[in-house]
């Protein structure tokens, strides 16, 4: 079975400064996708950034990027230049598609709170 | 609609109540999802739809938990003979494209059983 580890519950972060999040997972599996999803006070889950394990490149959206490590099946996230808006609950997830049809559910990590101190 | 919006946002009830939990996704999406979020834990996979059929219930916990999606449209999560153990957020997503695509979520309907 698919896991994914988030071994730090909190951090914080001063404006303007950046910070790593850490996620590791395990999987038996060659070609899955990697995401990782914030949540605000509000619940609602939204998009940061999604990797296709298949890619070598690291993938970057605007502030934020990802260290893809597919050998040590890590996947940390990096937000830089943080604004008071980051402050949330992130999230990261494993999805695998063993062929098209196939049910792709979400398996998330804990969730690590970030905290940004202005 | 422009969003997934699920109803009610928060829901306060005794145990051993029913309950319904519905989600109305994004026009179009076929494929919806519903999670369960503890506090202090990630969402975790209750059930998956695709169209009217439910594809894959492997993540409903026991059969007090049902959902139901007759038009392949809004959906329902039923709960029968709820326990304390049930609080959580409830969590819908759905997807409009290929199994690869992203998932939108709603703001989840929290419940809390007394």
């Known amino acids: 079975a698919q896991t994914v580890t988030q071994s730090q519950p909190e951090m914080s972060v001063q404006e303007a400064e950046t910070v790593t999040l850490s996620c590791t997972y395990d999987t038996s599996e060659s070609d899955y996708y990697l995401f990782w999803y914030k949540q605000p006070p509000s619940r609602q889950m939204i998009l940061v950034i999604r990797?296709?394990?298949?890619?070598?490149q690291n993938a970057t959206e605007n502030r934020f990027s990802v260290n893809f490590q597919k050998a040590a099946k890590s996947f940390s996230l990096k937000i830089s230049d943080s604004q008071l808006g980051d402050a949330a609950m992130y999230f990261c997830?494993?999805?695998?598609?063993?062929?098209?049809?196939?049910?792709?559910?979400?398996?998330f990590g804990k969730g690590i709170t970030l905290s940004v101190r202005p | 609609g422009a969003g997934v919006s699920q109803t009610p946002s928060n829901k306060v009830t005794e145990k051993g109540k029913y309950v319904e939990l519905r989600c109305d996704p994004i026009s179009g999406h076929t494929a919806l999802y519903w999670y369960r979020q503890s506090l202090g834990q990630g969402p975790e996979f209750l059930i998956y739809f695709q169209g009217t059929g439910a594809a894959d219930d492997s993540g409903l916990p026991n059969d007090r938990f049902f959902a139901v999606r007759p038009e392949g449209s809004v959906s329902t999560l039923k709960i029968q003979r709820t326990e304390r153990g049930d609080s959580a957020v409830y969590l819908c997503?759905?997807?409009?494209?290929?199994?690869?695509?992203?998932?939108?979520f709603g703001e989840g309907s929290r419940l809390t059983v007394l």
């Open positions: 990797q296709e394990a298949y890619k070598q």
């Open positions: 997503a759905s997807r409009g494209g290929p199994n690869t695509g992203e998932l939108f």
């Open positions: 997830a494993y999805k695998w598609v063993p062929y098209t049809g196939a049910n792709s559910k979400l398996t």
